[in-house]
T-cell receptor, first 115, second 113 residues
Framework: GAGVSQSPRYKVAKRGQDVALRCDPI?????LFWYQQALGQGPEFLTYFQNEAQLDKSGLPSDRFFAERPEGSVSTLKIQRTQQEDSAVYLC?????????????FGPGTRLTVT | GENVEQHPSTLSVQEGDSAVIKCTYS??????FPWYKQELGKRPQLIIDIRSNVGEKKDQRIAVTLNKTAKHFSLHITETQPEDSAVYFC????????????FGDGTTLTVKP
């Protein structure tokens, strides 16, 4: 079956540009997570949705970062006025369990490079 | 918030030897501890997980142990093979912020044939 997909896989943005990253979770998965993974480090939590409700956005590094999941399926992570420190791989994961516990299935990630 | 420390950062073993990776966590409310394997340029994949009501879990060559009192958990890989070479991440999740996973910084495991 189809796993978690993300698009684009690679994105190059000039400093100051806005970007939008898309995540298509596994069909029927209630929970959706966004992570930021810098080179050589572990994923850092950004935000978590249960269906369309954003239950935790404590990991978003600044108000330039915004995530939404309006119909409880596809999610978009938007970064406004990108900065060089935003360069990273952005990972999306989904889970069948609504509690946030249980196995998370990761997408392939979007590699964002800000020049 | 939760803090997860992982050791060692790099580990090199001979094929057939065992490998052990250790993690400590700070939030006693955390109750779910997954381990992920990430190959270069690929997505993290869950290899084993343990919940706080269990002390040990085994799946073929892979086992995880959890000591809730000491707040540490370990990954054990026996009879290592070259295809086990990858970066391994531990994570802790649960408590008040159940959806928030905190990851360790990773261990690069190299298995020499």
């Amino acid at each position: 079956g189809a796993g978690v997909s993300q698009s684009p896989r690679y994105k190059v943005a000039k400093r100051g540009q806005d970007v939008a990253l898309r995540c298509d979770p596994i069909s029927g998965h209630v929970s959706l997570f966004w992570y930021q993974q810098a080179l050589g480090q572990g994923p850092e939590f950004l935000t978590y949705f249960q269906n369309e409700a954003q239950l935790d956005k404590s990991g978003l590094p600044s108000d330039r970062f915004f995530a939404e999941r309006p119909e409880g399926s596809v999610s978009t992570l938007k970064i406004q006025r990108t900065q060089q420190e935003d360069s990273a791989v952005y990972l999306c994961a989904s889970s069948l369990e609504p509690t946030g516990l249980g196995e998370q299935y990761f997408g392939p990630g979007t590699r964002l490079t800000v020049t | 918030g939760e803090n997860v420390e992982q050791h060692p950062s790099t580990l090199s073993v001979q094929e057939g030897d065992s490998a052990v990776i250790k993690c400590t966590y700070s939030d006693s409310a955390s109750n779910y501890f997954p381990w992920y394997k990430q190959e270069l340029g690929k997505r993290p994949q869950l290899i084993i997980d343990i919940r706080s009501n269990v002390g040990e879990k085994k799946d073929q060559r892979i086992a995880v142990t959890l000591n809730k009192t000491a707040k540490h958990f370990s990954l054990h890989i026996t009879e290592t093979q070259p295809e086990d070479s990858a970066v391994y991440f531990c994570a802790a999740r649960g408590g008040f912020n159940a959806g928030k996973s905190t990851f360790g910084d990773g261990t690069t495991l190299t298995v020499k044939p």
